[in-house]
Each structure stands twice: as structure tokens, then as C-alpha cells.
């Protein structure tokens, strides 16, 4: 109690203050056994009000609190795009038609992709939308490379991007909602299952999945749970939607206050939550996020309007996704430029 812990705003402010904490509970794995606690904080930096949580831990490291979303160890964030420097962006072709392929995800059963091709083939001309079976599926290919891939793609500790089991079971691989992946490494596996003939920048494969993926942030040593990973294939997580962006701050409030979490009704459907009916709604701009990724290379906008808006809290998803207009002057403008010269 009271020692001077060095905290760490999602803005990326770093300071350090005497925190006097709140034990939740034991905490053992990911790497760290200790105590996880929390003790409410305030960043001089972006001004956020929040609950700064971390882990006590038993040896003597360093203490180390974050001041992000209250619930998740997994500290989450939104979409995620490669860096520059992980691949040059493509640049279509716009005399041949644009095939999207969008791959279904049956355990959200309120995903309707017959709704989000509609949708695309209003939005963007000159393109042909097909949906597809799950693309991780019990047909899943059983050669031990492939397999093998899948298995470092795994994430074992949170905090530690090297950590693997002494031995790597080469398991058939199956998405499942307790297994986190690498996001990168989970991209770079599917995309080895495209067919050779689809391998080109006139296709677009969008893979919805129920899986949790996350990406290493070096700044602060830590897996970031993310909604979407944009690249050769995309994939976009119907539970990271969910559980990714951060949900209001009342949320967290009402939850310590009453030791568990409230519904989504009772924080005024702030929040999406699992097999929400918004989901489709939602997922439109998610699956434009990944198509502008295709088209232009850059699947982000800085507009909280803009369906292209990468939200990092939940409100901030519901107000660019639900709410009028659906994109920013300047996207419209790109839009219409895109349409034209097809
Ligand atoms: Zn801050
Ligand atoms: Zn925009």
C-alpha cells in the first residue's frame, strides 16, 4: 500500500503517484503471480478519470498500473492494421471487378451477412459479394506445418510475446472462444489456406470469426485484444467487437458498486454485447474499414462520425457506426472518386 507505483494512461502518459489500492483477488499465469487491484486515477495528460488496475506481484518487480478499461487484463483496443513497414498497401486494378468474399461465423446469431453484402454492393460499385462457409472449420487442413503454425500463433502469457510451452502440441487447431491468437501470426496462417487462383489483389476475403485475437504493443509490453486485423486476408472478431473497445464508464462504476456486471440495458445499451441485434449494423463499417484497407491502404479515420472512425470504447463504435452520417466529407468524396473510375 502506498508505494509509489508507475502508471500508464491508454493516452501513453507515464507518471508516478502513491496509490492506495483495492485487492480483487489472486492472480496467478499469464506470466505474473501476485495480486490483481485497482485504485482509481486520474491522467494530467487526456484528463481521463478512470480505475488504474494492475498486479501486486509476489516477488519484488516493479509495480507497474494501467489506466485503461477497468475489467480485462487483456487491455484492449480496437482494429489494427500493419505498420508500413509490414507491407506496402495495395494498389487495385480498377479495370477488373473486385470479388469480396465474405466468410460466415454461425456461433453469432446475429450476424446476418446477407444483410452486410447487400450492404457493400450498395456502397461500392463494380464489385461481386459471395458468402462463404466458416472459415475455420472442421475441414481445417491436418498437415503438421499448417498446424504447427497455428500453435505459435497461440498466445500463452499476455505480457510475454515469446513465452511457449516447453512442448507445442501440434493439436488440430479449433477456434474456440477461451484461446486468444496473435493476430499477425493467426493472418499469415489463414493466409496460406487461400486457394492460389484467389491469391491476388482483385479478391478480398473477409473472415468473420468468433476467435479473440490480439496484437504485441512494445510500448507497454502487453497483448492488446483487438476487433479487427486488416491484411491478406482480414479478419474481423465477432467477439472482439464485444469485448475489445471499452465499455462506459459507468459500467465499471456500477459494477464495483454492486460486485457484478450490469446489463446492457441498464447502462442505456451503451455497450454491444454477445449476439447483440446492432451487430450487423455495426459490422458494415468494420467490413468498409477493411475494404478502404484493400483499396487505398489506410482503413482508419480520425473522424468519431466516420464509419471508418477506430473506436476504442464502445460508445465510440455505436456513435460511428449507428448514427448519421455514415461517413465523413472526405470519405464520401473518396467513395464517389472510387466508384467513378470504375
Ligand atoms: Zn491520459
Ligand atoms: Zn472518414
Known amino acids: 500500500m502506498g508505494e509509489s507505483t508507475n502508471l500508464i494512461c491508454e493516452c501513453g502518459h507515464e507518471w508516478r503517484e502513491e496509490l492506495y489500492f483495492d485487492v480483487e483477488r489472486r492472480w496467478e499465469g499469464m506470466g505474473t503471480d501476485g495480486l490483481l487491484a485497482n485504485a482509481p486515477a486520474t491522467c494530467s495528460v487526456c484528463g481521463y478519470k478512470g480505475v488504474a488496475r494492475g498486479i501486486i506481484p509476489d516477488g519484488d518487480s516493479q509495480l507497474k498500473f494501467y489506466l485503461k478499461r477497468e475489467n480485462s487484463l487483456y487491455f484492449p483496443r480496437g482494429g489494427w492494421k500493419p505498420s508500413s513497414s509490414m507491407g506496402s498497401s495495395i494498389i487495385l486494378n480498377p479495370a477488373k471487378e473486385l470479388n ?26 463494380n464489385i461481386s459479394v459471395d458468402l462463404r462457409d466458416p472459415f475455420f472449420d472442421e475441414d481445417f487442413p491436418s498437415n503438421e506445418d499448417f498446424m504447427k503454425k497455428m500453435a505459435e500463433a497461440k498466445i500463452h502469457d499476455f505480457s510475454n510475446p ?55 504493443d512494445e510500448k507497454d509490453k502487453r497483448y492488446h485484444l483487438r476487433l479487427s486485423s486488416y491484411g491478406f486476408p482480414s479478419l474481423i472478431s465477432t467477439t472482439g467487437i464485444v469485448e475489445a473497445p471499452a ?83 472526405a470519405h464520401e468524396k473518396i467513395l464517389e472518386n472510387l466508384n467513378k473510375k470504375q
Request: glycine letters at 6%; aromatic letters at 12%.
Open 162 to 216: 515469446d513465452f511457449r510451452p516447453s512442448s507445442l502440441e501440434l493439436e488440430r487447431p479449433f477456434m474456440s472462444e477461451e484461446v486468444a491468437y496473435d493476430g499477425f501470426k493467426l493472418l499469415s496462417a489463414s493466409r496460406e489456406l487461400l486457394g492460389e487462383d484467389e491469391l491476388n489483389t482483385q479478391h478480398i476475403h473477409l473472415i468473420f470469426t468468433n476467435c479473440y485475437f490480439g496484437t504485441w
Open 247 to 329: 465499455r462506459p464508464s459507468e459500467f465499471y462504476r456500477m459494477k464495483r458498486k454492486r460486485g457484478e456486471e450490469p446489463s446492457e440495458e441498464q447502462v442505456n445499451g451503451k455497450f454491444l454485447s454477445h449476439n447483440d441485434v446492432r451487430l450487423t449494423e455495426a459490422l458494415k463499417g468494420i467490413s468498409m474499414q477493411a475494404i478502404f484497407y484493400h483499396l487505398t491502404g489506410e482503413p482508419f479515420c480520425v473522424t468519431p462520425l466516420c464509419r471508418l472512425f477506430n473506436g476504442h470504447w464502445q460508445e465510440e463504435v455505436l456513435e460511428s457506426q449507428m448514427d448519421r452520417p455514415e461517413f465523413c466529407s
Open 100 to 125: 469480396i468474399h465474405l466468410y460466415g461465423e454461425p456461433s453469432c446469431e446475429t450476424l446476418d451477412l446477407g444483410e452486410i453484402a447487400y450492404y457493400l454492393r450498395r456502397k461500392v460499385d
